[in-house]
Each structure stands twice: as C-alpha cells, then as structure tokens.
C-alpha cells in the first residue's frame, strides 16, 4: 500500500507562485505514473498534470501549459508542482495521485490513478 501526502498549499496573491511537493511512503512509487489534480466545491476533480515513472514523460491540462511545472525526485518518493503565475482560478484543493501499474501509459484521467493524497488547499487571492 502507498500513502501520499501533499504540502505546500497556502494563500498567494494573483501572479505569484507556490510549489506543492507529494511525499510517498509504504513502498517506492518509482516505477508508477504520478499526477496532480485539483477540485473545487461542487465540481468534478480535474486533472492538472502528470510524469511517467521515469520522469522522461509529462502532460498538462491547457489551462496551466507554460505556467506549471511537474517534477519527481525518485531517490526522494517525492513528486512536485511548481506552480508560477497563479491565478485566481487555480484556487482549489489539489491532489497527488499514483498509478499502481507499474511502467505503464502515461494517463489524464482520473479514474487511471490508485493511489490519492488527502489534499492541500491552494488559495488565490488579493
């Protein structure tokens, strides 16, 4: 079993950055598929990125392209989100997920990861 736990969640004004890390433990997620996602009262979670097990592979959701950068330090179980420019919009509770297949195709949806962090809450505001 994998827990993940997300820190790094605060208030930043609009244009300014934070960087979210996904600590994992139980067992090494160095060969698993990782993602960030992001929810907000009454809708669906929504994906915002993921990297393969190796790093080598990334994908983002249009409306973060060039404003977020996603990142894992496998000797670290660690998973990050650098997030720049930030928006009001991007205000939600994100999310750190794990795919349990092992090397497997790099996926967007939701429904494709196993593993979820318990949220951190990331707040947009002036």
């Known amino acids: 079993q994998v827990q993940l736990v997300e820190s790094g969640g605060g208030l930043v004004q609009p244009g300014g950055s934070l960087r979210l890390s996904c600590a994992a433990s139980?067992?090494?997620?160095?060969?698993?598929?990782m993602g960030w996602f992001r929810q907000t009262p009454g809708k669906e979670r929504e994906f915002v990125a993921a990297?393969?097990?190796?790093?080598?592979?990334?994908s983002y959701a249009d409306s973060v392209k060039g404003r977020f950068s996603i990142s894992r330090n496998n000797a670290k179980n660690t998973m990050y989100l650098q997030m720049n420019n930030l928006k009001p919009e991007d205000t939600a509770v994100y999310y750190c997920a794990a795919q349990i297949t092992p090397r497997t195709f790099l996926r967007s949806e939701a429904r494709a990861f196993d593993y979820w962090g318990q949220g951190t809450q990331v707040t947009v505001s002036s």
């Open positions: 139980g067992r090494t997620v160095s060969n698993n598929n």
């Open positions: 990297i393969s097990w190796s790093g080598g592979s990334t």
